[in-house]
């Protein structure tokens, strides 16, 4: 009698410690699905849609213009799919389109771009969106198609955010394209100081989860460019204000039962991941390599704090 290979008889998934705060997994290309679903992790924690746009190297105006209204749709739509698929029923949270207007000009199309003097404080994020409802609403369309088709593990994000006002904008044009925003899951990202501050009233708006861009977070909060080699040295997310932030956002949105989680990279970092579990965070999403790593490092964060509830 033949012995089945190792290979096959290895379980597909690796065996993960149970903990009570949630491990998911960043994927910026559709392509790594499957590698990060092989991971264990407990959904997607930021899907983004940049890849699916940018690898055709056109702006949105320029591949709508070229294609038409339904390749484009299409695009997301399978881009979105594959990711979905790999991981259904876990959640997959799409963010929608956040690139800077540096990224849109080196494409085809590029010279419509504005050009900024600093893009990372202009016209990017649900800024941009809720300014062109004319591209995004192609967005939410795919939303709406995917829901169509079954994907109810698929949830929205909107990036960079301030405050209620792009809360209701956005949850507007949800519903205008047919998505009903009590019935699907859907939030925003905390980008800003604004968001952590504001966090409160975007919670009375009725988003159902709020996720730490740290990456940007930790640039606005400190004034430091994440991209300027100069100030690389002082980049920290783990400074105490940035971390002041986190710890207040959370505490409001346990309040309002609204779910937290990061998705920037310091979701990967173990100092991060003990101040994040000791706040009581509902999910941290980490990359494809790191998932392993905090999922053992929330187990043991989680296992020291009921330890010293007993004590
Ligand atoms: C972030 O800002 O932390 C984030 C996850 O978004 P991006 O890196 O794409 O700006
Ligand atoms: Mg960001």
Redesign the pocket.
């Known amino acids: 009698e033949e012995r089945e290979p190792i290979e096959e008889a290895r379980p597909k998934t690796p065996v993960k410690p149970m903990t009570a705060t949630e491990v998911k997994v960043n994927v910026s290309i559709p392509e790594a699905a499957e590698r990060a679903a092989a991971t264990g992790a407990d959904g997607v924690g ?1 899907l ?1 849609m940049e890849h699916m746009i940018l690898s055709t190297n056109k702006t949105p105006a320029k591949y709508l213009e070229d294609h038409g209204v339904d390749a484009y749709v299409n695009e997301i739509v399978e881009g979105v799919r594959g990711v979905a698929d790999e991981f259904y029923p876990r959640p997959v949270r799409v963010r929608t389109l ?1 690139a800077p207007t540096d990224e849109f000009r080196q494409l085809q199309g590029g010279e419509d771009e504005p050009d900024e003097h600093n893009p990372m404080l202009g016209y990017r994020g649900i800024r941009r969106s809720l300014d062109r409802p004319e591209v995004f609403k192609h967005e939410l369309e795919a939303f709406a198609r995917l829901y169509e088709m079954g994907y109810d593990n698929v949830e929205i994000m909107f ?1 960079l955010v301030n405050d209620a006002e792009d809360v209701i904008r956005a949850r507007n044009l949800l519903e205008e394209s047919g998505i009903d925003p009590d019935k699907r899951t859907w939030g925003v ?1 905390i ?1 800003t100081p604004a968001s952590a501050l504001g966090v409160e009233q975007m919670a009375e708006q009725g988003i159902d989860f709020a996720s ?6 930790t640039q606005y909060t400190l004034a430091v460019d994440r991209n300027n080699g100069n100030v690389a040295d002082r980049f920290d997310e783990l400074h105490p204000s940035v971390l002041q932030l986190i710890s207040q956002t959370i505490a409001v949105c346990r309040e309002h039962d609204v779910d937290t989680s990061i ?3 310091a979701g990967s970092k173990p100092k991060m991941v003990q101040h994040l579990v000791d706040e009581g965070i509902s999910s941290i999403s980490a990359n494809i390599d790191a998932v392993r790593d905090v999922q053992h490092e929330v187990k043991r964060v989680e296992q020291s704090l009921l330890l010293d509830s007993v004590r």
């Open positions: 930021l983004r956040d990036p990202m980008e730490f861009g740290t990456n940007d977070l998705c920037g990279q």
